[in-house]
């Protein structure tokens, strides 16, 4: 298992806590909830190690479309760039 953390700037609060997926394989869960402050604060808990930089440039991307100021945790089993965006955005959506 590996766990990153990353803290970013961001710019729009988000209204309440949401929680969407499983973690199963190929798959992963995405829990966020209003931060106390201007920032994205992002923590990925994952069965698959070394993919830092695809993680930073997945969060970069999301982030400099939402700006969501969140805690988000993210726990992954395997999942693609592309179910992470997707979760990333149901979660989003879900807590509006």
């Known amino acids: 298992m590996e766990v990153m953390h ?3 700037p961001a710019a729009t609060l ?3 806590r949401a929680h ?11 829990l ?5 402050d201007q920032t994205a604060r992002i923590t990925v ?3 698959i190690r070394g993919y830092g930089v695809v993680w930073r440039s997945v969060i970069e991307r999301f982030l400099a479309r939402h700006g969501a100021a969140a805690v988000i945790e993210i726990n992954d089993f395997g999942a693609t760039p592309g179910m ?9 959506e879900a807590s509006r």
């Open 6 to 8: 990353f803290d970013f």
């Open 14 to 16: 988000v209204a309440r």
């Open 20 to 30: 969407v997926g499983v973690v199963a394989s190929g798959d992963l869960e995405v």
């Open 32 to 36: 966020i909830e209003p931060a106390k």
């Open 45 to 47: 808990t994952t069965a």
């Open 84 to 92: 992470v965006m997707l979760r990333l955005e149901q979660a989003l």
